[in-house]
């Protein structure tokens, strides 16, 4: 979904509400207006009755009456055939030479006597000029709704950006953030209540950010230090043991199986510092490496144990020229455990395939003969074989150096080969 600024969001919704406002009060205006004109002209009309009544009907006489009429464009007198019992006002349209059509007019039709005889008197006014300046000032007000909405929106723009830079510039520091340098962003908030309570809470949140990362830093340089060493003389004083002589068989095989547990405890307490290294950050080095001499070295150290087992190791590295800025050792990491962890989960007389083209890297493996499980795969300790003697953090290595670095890695099952692919995509020609 697309993501929109807040106050293009908040001005699409004023303009969207300023628009149905404006649809609902100009026609309300309008026939407000109409309907009150209409009154007005209507007291007029009954004015204009008062004032014939008074001058002319008195006096009037029945043989005057169309002269009357010829001299009285707007007003006559005919005869009643009943249809007309109090005044009534009407609404018709005549015919009009200066506008060729027909324009509206507001009538008053009224009963009048004149010498005992009984005749309508009618009154007409013509609206048309009325109606056309209430519907000038309707669209008028319409247009100057319209332009005061422009006017608001270019006006909260401006001011958006005025108010809201002191926003934009915690954002930008919180970005730019980086907790290893151990500093706190200095965020101004411009005398804003609430960007002076967001920057007081983000503040508050990288300061604990800040202390957390500084003990976990302190806890895995001593845990390093800490459990090395005892794992050294645990395994120097079994390596004594075994050159002791005299030991019976029994002997020899538990002092063995001591020496690989102490051997697998190891590589587990290597695994585990170096993926708490990289929770925190510490490998910031980097360097441009050249990925195909990179994975030449691997595939060089680990074919001797793929020959052990009878497994073919072969390689096709197309992109000899690719490269990329990343930390040596975490590149060697990443590669060491996909081959091996190709090796240790592979089959006597399997065979394992190494591909690098187009800033991936492949690497295929013969095996189970089933896909592996994928809420498994990369979990911390996530073995599917309770047996296996690896870590079970090899693949949760690869993933967080992924991670880190902004690569992708997957995983699928094919033609009865496991398949590890990894994009690069920071890659640098």
Same mark, same amino acid.
């Given at each position: 979904?697309?993501?929109?600024?807040?106050?293009?969001?908040?001005?699409?919704?004023?303009?969207?509400?300023?628009?149905?406002?404006?649809?609902?009060?100009?026609?309300?205006?309008?026939?407000?207006?109409?309907?009150?004109?209409?009154?007005?002209?209507?007291?007029?009309?009954?004015?204009?009755?008062?004032?014939? !009544?008074?001058?002319?009907?008195?006096?009037?006489?029945?043989?005057?009456?169309?002269?009357?009429?010829?001299?009285?464009?707007?007003?006559?007198?005919?005869?009643?055939?009943?249809?007309?019992?109090?005044?009534?006002?009407?609404?018709?349209?005549?015919?009009?030479?200066?506008?060729?059509?027909?324009?509206?007019?507001?009538?008053?039709?009224?009963?009048? @006597?004149?010498?005992?005889?009984?005749?309508?008197?009618?009154?007409?006014?013509?609206?048309?000029?009325?109606?056309?300046?209430?519907?000038?000032?309707?669209?008028?007000?319409?247009?100057?709704?319209?332009?005061?909405?422009?006017?608001?929106?270019?006006?909260?723009?401006?001011?958006?950006?005025?108010?809201?830079?002191?926003?934009?510039?915690?954002?930008?520091?919180?970005?730019?953030?980086?907790?290893?340098?151990?500093?706190?962003?200095?965020?101004?908030?411009?005398?804003?209540?609430?960007?002076?309570?967001?920057?007081? %809470?983000?503040?508050?949140?990288? %300061?604990?950010?800040?202390?957390?990362?500084?003990?976990?830093?302190?806890?895995?340089?001593?845990?390093?230090? @800490?459990?090395?060493?005892?794992?050294?003389?645990?395994?120097?004083?079994?390596?004594?043991?075994?050159?002791?002589?005299?030991?019976?068989?029994?002997?020899?095989?538990?002092?063995?199986?001591?020496?690989?547990?102490?051997?697998?405890?190891?590589?587990?307490?290597?695994?585990?510092?170096?993926? !708490?290294?990289?929770?925190?950050?510490?490998?910031?080095?980097?360097?441009?490496?050249?990925?195909?001499?990179?994975?030449?070295?691997?595939?060089?150290?680990?074919?001797?144990? %793929?020959?052990?087992?009878?497994?073919?190791?072969?390689?096709?590295?197309?992109?000899?020229?690719?490269?990329?800025?990343?930390?040596?050792?975490?590149?060697?990491?990443?590669?060491?455990?996909?081959?091996?962890?190709?090796?240790?989960?592979?089959?006597?007389?399997?065979?394992?395939?190494?591909?690098? @083209?187009?800033?991936?890297?492949?690497?295929?493996?013969?095996?189970?003969?089933?896909?592996?499980?994928?809420?498994?795969?990369?979990?911390?300790?996530?073995?599917?074989?309770?047996?296996?003697?690896?870590?079970?953090?090899?693949?949760?290595?690869?993933?967080?150096?992924?991670?880190?670095?902004?690569?992708?890695?997957?995983?699928?099952?094919?033609?009865?080969?496991?398949?590890?692919?990894?994009?690069?995509?920071?890659?640098?020609?």
């Amino acid at each position: 979904m697309k993501q929109q600024k807040l106050l293009n969001k908040t001005l699409r919704y004023y303009l969207f509400f300023g628009l149905l406002m404006a649809l609902c009060i100009v026609p309300a205006f309008y026939g407000v207006m109409k309907k009150y004109h209409i009154h007005e002209i209507d007291e007029y009309l009954l004015l204009q009755h008062d004032n014939i !009544a008074k001058k002319s009907l008195q006096t009037l006489k029945i043989s005057e009456i169309p002269a009357w009429n010829e001299y009285n464009l707007d007003q006559s007198i005919l005869p009643d055939t009943g249809q007309t019992i109090t005044n009534t006002f009407i609404t018709a349209y005549f015919y009009s030479e200066h506008e060729k059509g027909n324009e509206p007019f507001r009538m008053l039709r009224s009963p009048v @006597e004149i010498e005992g005889g009984k005749y309508i008197l009618t009154i007409r006014i013509n609206i048309y000029e009325a109606r056309k300046i209430l519907l000038s000032s309707s669209v008028l007000q319409l247009l100057l709704f319209v332009c005061l909405m422009a006017v608001m929106t270019l006006v909260s723009g401006l001011i958006h950006n005025k108010l809201w830079k002191p926003f934009y510039k915690t954002i930008s520091l919180t970005e730019q953030f980086n907790i290893q340098q151990n500093q706190i962003p200095s965020f101004q908030s411009g005398g804003t209540q609430e960007f002076e309570q967001l920057n007081r %809470a983000l503040s508050t949140l990288i %300061a604990n950010n800040l202390q957390a990362y500084k003990i976990q830093k302190e806890f895995t340089e001593n845990a390093s230090h @800490e459990t090395q060493t005892p794992l050294a003389v645990l395994r120097s004083q079994l390596d004594n043991l075994l050159q002791q002589s005299g030991l019976t068989a029994e002997q020899l095989q538990i002092i063995q199986t001591l020496y690989e547990s102490s051997s697998r405890l190891t590589r587990i307490n290597k695994n585990l510092l170096l993926l !708490a290294k990289l929770d925190n950050l510490q490998f910031t080095d980097t360097q441009t490496l050249n990925v195909a001499e990179l994975l030449q070295e691997s595939i060089s150290f680990f074919s001797t144990q %793929a020959e052990a087992q009878n497994i073919s190791l072969e390689k096709q590295l197309t992109d000899r020229s690719f490269t990329l800025n990343t930390n040596k050792l975490l590149l060697e990491s990443l590669v060491n455990n996909l081959l091996s962890n190709a090796i240790r989960h592979n089959e006597a007389g399997g065979k394992i395939n190494v591909t690098l @083209e187009s800033g991936q890297l492949d690497i295929c493996n013969t095996g189970t003969g089933k896909p592996l499980d994928n809420a498994l795969l990369f979990r911390r300790f996530g073995r599917e074989n309770a047996t296996s003697q690896g870590s079970g953090l090899g693949l949760s290595i690869v993933q967080q150096i992924c991670t880190q670095n902004g690569w992708k890695i997957n995983y699928n099952f094919e033609d009865g080969m496991h398949r590890f692919n990894v994009v690069f995509s920071s890659i640098e020609p």
